[in-house]
Each structure stands twice: as structure tokens, then as C-alpha cells.
């Protein structure tokens, strides 16, 4: 007898908020368009109505962290009885499908990066077997209340998955994350199957199930798939004894108390889960945290003075068995560099409003590293093709574009006052103007192949190319990246004429912990003159190659 398992009304319900006409995206490339198909599985036994979404590559999204603004909404299909889907009028390029299905786990993505599969399609192709095999995910439940068993409401709840070596994982925020309700009740679920540490948060410390403060005191749950733990209930501990610390916020050149700025202060230890507060200076410029538990710990300044960034080199210390007091951090105004855009050999006003999706980085050498200002006002190319660069630190500093910057546009020099520079001395408050940022556009394809020798990738790994581009201005990240797809195919539209190198790199989880760890492969030199089409293969043996990394 055939099983067919059906997916809840309300679930097919929501691709209509996502179909988009599919038609009117392929006409709006003037290419023909590609089909993409596949089918669901779960458990074995196709997974009728399930959603199904594709969402075109937009701006750099490396390891799934997309750095653009503006993604374009994503078309969609509902599975048949058995389970196939079909996406037709797909836009020729690198998209990514995926399945909507939070109670469930796709097999495949247990890491924390985006959803899904890339799949890199050419013009009028027909990609078949993009396949989802799910399974039912766990769910872990419980109540939180205080000393006084009342229920804690509106708190936030976190799981953590526990590796082979007991270490914490890199949480995936979306799954692992729930609210209490009016009850003080929690419920997280489309987990994987495993060990956690549940902790309620919203104070100045987690506690852990059932009421440890330390993630060593735990209790720790473990589930299986489609299992639902209960009563992993969690009483908020009682406030651990703590002691005062006092300091001031003063300004570095004149030594004036600055009131109305924000002071973080954080517990020098590893993960999430360590103790920290926030306090605002008085009109004195001071500061004051209470119940500050024996720890090292890290005070800085977190938040804008009067729409400037303001910034101090913060400073260390520890609580050991007493109060801190006398404690001061310095701090600096920030220097504006400022000034207009243009593009070589072209006014046209389309073209200048594409520069609106560059993010310009002011680099320097200060001793708190690199400036990384993102396109929130501050960093980001106007319509009018204007940019302004706040809170730039003292020090040697370098205009480039970072992560997220379209690979069609390369910045090709800097120049201030019509002379050509490569940094700039910048002292604090300065308000450099007259900077003129000059880019190159252009439209060029690289795709391609990878091919192995000697085995096959590690599960679990997600290989991507980067191109870098040589000359002009340094980037801080690759011009464009692309992720390969299940054929080992890939492309990258777009670019700038110039010379690129290209990476292929592989990202893999670790063996302990969280994050993701890159293997650097193989390189190739590819120039682009124009709008043409350049074919690139890479050639891995793994044999050799493995033994590297």
C-alpha cells in the first residue's frame, strides 16, 4: 500500500503570499527561461503539499550570510501526491531552492547557514532531481517561573545542541530560540536529534534546566526524532551574590565627563551565555553596575553620541572578591570622510543608482582593528551619489568596498581634492571632504565546473568559488562568490572588467563547537575584457588534497 503524508492546510496556504509572476522576471532578462524539479520525501513516502520556494541570487551571500539589501520575493510550488514539485519560468543564474517545513529537519542542513540548495541554471535548462528528504523534528517543552513558582512571562528560551565532545554548538537562532507565554510555557520544535542545554534568558545571566547558573551544573535532555520531551521545566535562579562597579566615561582630548552614552560591560568567557549589562553615564559621566559576580570581565562604549559614532579603547578587569571603582574610558569623536561617486566613461543616472547596493568600509590601523560600516545610513552610496563615512576611527585609513558590494562595479581609485591618494591620516573629529570614489562596470560571466579525483567531498561541506579581483582598490572580501551546485556547477554574473583570481573553497562544521571552518583548494587567473562569457574548470584531487587540510 502506497503512503502519501500530507502536509497541513495552513502550511500550502502560505505560498500564495510568496508567487510572484515568474513570466514578467524571465522577460525582464531577455532570456529564455529554465525548469526546475524535484520531489519531497519524508520519511521515505512523498511528502504531499509541501512548499517549495526558489529565490534568485542576490548580492554576496557567503555561507548563507547575506550582506544585500532589497531580496527579491521568491516563486514557489506545493508538492503533488508524490511528492514532485516543478518550478517553471525560472530565471536563468544561480538561485537557491529550498523547503518551507520548520517542524521538520532536512536532511542535509544541519548546519546553521541558509536553507536550501543552490542550483545554477542555464538558459531554457531543464534541471531535474533537486530532491528534500525530511524527517520529523523534536520538540522540547516546559514552563519557567521564578523562586516564587510564578510564571515567568514573555522570556526567551534557548536550546543548545551539544556535540560528540560535549561542547555547545553555534545555535541556529530561528530553531533554537522560543518565547514563555501567559503561562510561563515554552515550546521549541523542529529539532534535530540529539543533546541540549535549555537556558531561559532576559536578565543579566541564563539559567539552565532545571536552575543552574553554570552550563556545567546542567541537566542535560536529550531527543530523538519526532519525540517530544516535556516538563523540561526551568525555576530562574536567585540572584548570585555580586558586587559594585563604578567608573567614568570622559572625552580623551579635554578629559570633560561625557553624560548619555552607553557603557557595555561583558564577562570575558566563551558562548552566549555570559553575564553582561548595559548603563547609561550620568551628567557627570558616570557609570554603575551592580550585582557583578566574580569574573574578568570587558567594559567599552556601545552606543552613538548625538547621531555621531562615538568610540573609546574600553578596558579590562577583574571582580574577585569586592567592588571595582575608579574605573575610566577614554573616549574619541569620530572623523566623517565624505564626498561623491562617479562611474568611468558613464552618467548614466540607472547605473548610479545601482551604486546604492555598494558598502564602502573605512579601514585603518588603529589599534582596535578594522572600521566595518554597513549600509544603514552610514557607509552606504546615496541616490544622488553622494557617501558619507562616520565614526572613522584615528589612524592610517583606506576607502574599499566590502562584503555585499555587486561584483559589476570595481572601484578603481580614490582621489581627494582631484589627487590621487591610498589612505588617509585621519586625527579624531577630523571632517575630510572632497573625496572622489571612481568605479568601473561592467557585465561579465564566469561559470563553470568542478570536477574530483581521489574521492568525494565530506558530507556535510559546502563548496563555493570566489573571484577576486586584482588591481584598482583592494576589496575586502571577494569580488562575487558563488556556491556550486549537486552537479558541481557554477556562475558568477556581473563583473567588472579587469583580472580575477579565482578560490574554490570548501566550508565545513567542526568537530567541536560552533561556526564553520574554510578549506582553501585550488586557484585559477581568469581576465575579463568585456560582457563575454568565460568557461573555467577546476580540477581537485581530493587524494592530495585532503591530506592538507
Not at 541556529?172 to 510561563?184: A, K, N, Q, V
Request: charged share 25%; hydrophobic share 35%.
Amino acid at each position: 500500500m502506497k503512503r502519501v503524508i500530507r502536509f497541513a492546510p495552513l502550511l500550502i496556504s502560505l505560498a500564495v503570499f510568496n508567487v510572484v509572476d515568474a513570466r514578467a522576471q524571465s522577460a525582464a532578462t531577455n532570456k529564455a527561461p529554465a525548469t526546475i524539479a524535484g520531489r519531497v520525501t519524508l520519511e521515505g513516502a512523498g511528502a504531499q503539499g509541501a512548499h517549495v520556494t526558489l529565490e534568485p541570487h542576490v548580492g554576496d551571500d557567503v555561507a548563507g550570510l547575506s550582506f544585500s539589501g532589497g531580496r527579491p520575493p521568491a516563486l514557489s510550488a506545493v508538492t503533488d501526491a508524490e511528492g514532485r514539485y516543478r518550478l517553471t519560468d525560472v530565471p536563468p543564474g544561480s538561485c537557491r531552492v529550498s523547503v518551507f517545513a520548520p517542524a521538520f529537519v532536512i536532511e542535509g542542513e544541519s548546519l546553521y547557514f541558509s536553507p536550501g540548495k543552490t542550483v545554477n541554471v542555464a538558459e531554457g535548462e531543464n534541471v531535474e532531481n533537486v530532491d528534500f528528504s525530511l524527517s520529523r523534528g523534536a520538540v522540547i517543552t516546559g514552563k519557567v517561573t521564578d523562586q516564587k513558582d510564578r510564571p515567568v512571562i514573555d522570556r526567551p528560551v534557548m536550546v543548545f545542541k551539544l556535540d560528540a565532545k560535549g561542547e555547545l554548538q553555534r545555535p541556529d537562532i530561528e530553531r533554537s530560540r522560543g518565547y514563555t507565554d501567559d503561562r510561563g510555557v515554552y515550546r521549541i520544535f523542529g529539532l534535530e536529534p540529539g543533546r541540549y542545554l535549555v537556558a531561559a534568558f532576559g536578565g543579566k545571566r541564563p539559567t539552565f534546566h532545571p536552575d543552574a547558573v553554570e552550563k556545567a551544573q546542567a541537566k542535560i535532555v536529550e531527543v530523538k526524532s519526532g519525540e517530544e520531551a516535556v516538563s523540561i521545566d526551568i525555576k530562574i535562579a536567585p540572584p548570585v551574590k555580586g558586587y559594585l562597579v563604578t567608573g567614568r566615561v570622559v572625552e580623551s582630548d579635554t578629559n570633560k565627563p561625557v553624560p548619555g552614552i552607553e557603557v557595555r560591560c561583558d564577562a570575558n568567557t566563551q558562548g552566549a551565555t555570559g553575564w553582561h549589562d548595559y548603563v547609561e553615564t550620568d551628567s557627570l559621566g558616570r557609570f554603575r553596575f551592580e550585582s557583578v559576580p566574580p569574573n574578568s570581565y570587558s567594559a567599552f562604549i556601545e552606543s552613538e553620541r548625538g547621531g555621531v559614532p562615538a568610540f573609546g579603547e574600553g578596558i579590562t578587569f577583574a571582580v574577585i572578591a569586592g567592588g571595582v571603582s575608579g574605573l575610566e574610558i577614554r573616549m574619541q569623536r569620530g572623523a566623517i570622510i565624505s564626498g561623491v561617486v562617479a562611474i568611468e566613461g558613464s552618467n548614466d543616472p540607472s547605473l548610479r543608482a545601482k551604486l546604492a547596493r555598494v558598502n564602502l568600509i573605512a579601514q585603518n590601523d588603529s589599534d582596535s582593528g578594522s572600521q566595518f560600516i554597513m549600509p544603514d545610513g552610514n557607509g552606504a552610496v546615496s541616490p544622488n551619489g553622494t557617501f558619507k563615512l562616520s565614526g572613522v576611527q584615528p589612524g592610517k585609513t583606506r576607502i574599499t568596498t566590502g562584503p555585499g558590494s555587486p561584483g559589476c562595479f570595481a572601484l578603481l581609485s580614490v582621489k581627494h581634492d582631484g589627487v590621487e591618494v591610498s589612505e588617509f591620516d585621519v586625527n579624531a573629529g577630523d571632517q575630510i571632504t572632497g573625496v572622489r570614489l571612481v568605479f568601473a562596470y561592467g557585465a561579465g560571466v564566469i561559470a563553470g565546473r568542478v570536477e574530483f579525483k581521489g574521492g568525494s567531498p565530506r558530507p556535510g561541506m559546502r563548496l563555493w568559488v570566489n573571484a577576486w579581483r586584482e588591481g584598482g582598490v583592494p576589496d575586502m572580501g571577494p569580488s562575487e562568490t558563488a556556491e556550486l551546485d549537486g552537479r558541481g556547477q557554477f556562475v558568477i554574473e556581473g563583473l567588472a572588467p579587469g583580472t580575477y583570481k579565482l578560490e574554490l573553497t570548501g566550508f565545513r562544521s567542526p568537530t567541536a563547537g560552533g561556526g564553520i571552518f574554510p578549506i582553501r583548494w585550488t586557484e585559477q587567473t581568469v581576465t575579463i575584457a568585456g560582457e563575454g562569457r568565460h568557461e573555467v574548470t577546476f580540477i581537485v584531487d581530493l587524494a592530495s588534497k585532503e591530506k592538507d587540510n
